[in-house]
């Protein structure tokens, strides 16, 4: 979806993508409302499109209507941490129209396109036909698995049996908008620093971690003080524990596989002076760290960027062992949809078997270049059990001299907790030291 609104002009970019993310943590009530409502899909699917993202911009009539008994009066987005029950976690972030504007704006972009024209009056029946009656609908759609969560079955099967305490939470806190948490640059600002340019610009921030901050309202981060400078970068507080946990050293030979786009590896850089390579498949991605370094002013002689396959040894290592290997491998970044919502509708089941088995040829490679006594740190932004404990464990069966050492383990995310600098995205952290 990021790559998709890169596209937009600059202009509409920040509407566009409030619109879609609001979108995509909606999108499993919107279904389910659209095919009660219009029971046969439409035979265009931008009709569908179009229908499915107008009524997630009803869906605060429908909040308004239950909370008021019936009626739908009230018009705007509720800013609760948590729903009513039985409904969608309201989105605070997400725009703000009242029911005649959606409506006849989606009759308008009907209207506005040749091949949509003929469906002007299925969009107005459809939208209106919600209206009459939105807490009696959103009460039936709610009924459904999808309805009701806004992820997809098999994912909602998948966290229950994983976390039986936890799972419901979990899903709630996948639709509550992730706060934009910063890094601090120890070697160009400190926090203070930061914090003071803040307040002097009127931004709200708090300290979140040993170096981070969270703001109390995203803002586009290139009008933030200190962008062009290189004070900070922008990183999630879970994210942020992963280089303090490899603990590199002055002098050491360092890798950082799988690197894009750049915020371990830049925190790697910020924390000790090290020869680090840092490798990515995506040369497009490899390109954004090489900007990032550059914005931080972190690039060094002995840092060397390569586009390359890390579990293809033959293609990038030169044979030197290394002291310290962070493996932020692929995974179905199942821990990170809060900030990515598109994420769950775009994965399938069968997806978490082939995570698990790239995974294995990476980390089982990556294991060659460690040193004796040195370090590899496995990371994801996943929570399924499969990618994270399961392949952890599965890694020291297959290497008798791989020491498991003290790490976090799984991060569950941290979103329900109103207070920015509380929050955190899903990780998942095992350390292992080659014995000799």
Sequence with gaps: MTDAIAQVPPEFRAGTQALSFHTMRHLGTARALRRLLVPRDPPEPLVDALLQVSLTLLLPAANAAEAAGGTSEATTVPTAAAPAPGLPVPDSNAPTYTPHTVVDQAVNAAASMRRL????????????????????????????????????????????????????????????PAP??????????????????????????????????ALTQPRPVAQLPGYDEGWWSVQDAGAQLAVPLLAVRDGERVLDACAAPGGKTAHLLELADVALTALDADGVRLQRVRENLERLDLRRPDTVLRRADAADLAEWWDGVPYDAVLADVPCTASGIVRRHPDI?????????????????????????????????????????????????????????????????????????DTTPGAQRDGFFYALFAKVS
């Excluded at 890094?183 to 400190?190: D, K, L, Y």
């Design 117 to 176: 024209l003929p469906f002007k009056g299925l969009v107005n029946g459809c939208l209106r036909g919600f209206l009459r009656d939105p807490a009696a609908l959103l009460a039936q759609a709610v009924k459904t698995v999808e309805g009701r969560w806004n992820h997809p079955q098999w994912w909602v099967d998948k966290i229950r049996a994983a976390y039986p305490a936890e799972w419901q939470q979990l899903l709630a806190a996948a639709n509550v």
């Design 180 to 213: 934009l948490t910063l890094r601090v640059n120890r070697r160009r600002a400190t926090r203070e620093q930061v914090l003071e340019a803040f307040a002097a610009a009127g931004i709200a921030a708090e300290p979140s971690g040993s170096a981070g901050l």
């Design 344 to 416: 769950r509708w775009l994965r399938r089941a069968d997806d978490v078997a082939r995570t698990v088995k790239l995974q294995t040829r990476i980390v089982d490679a990556l294991w060659t270049t460690v040193a004796p006594g040195g370090r590899l740190l496995y990371v994801t932004c996943s929570i399924f059990p499969e990618e994270n404990e399961r392949q952890a464990a599965a890694f020291v069966s297959r290497h008798p001299d791989a020491q498991r050492l003290d790490a976090p383990g799984q991060l569950l995310p941290v979103a329900m």
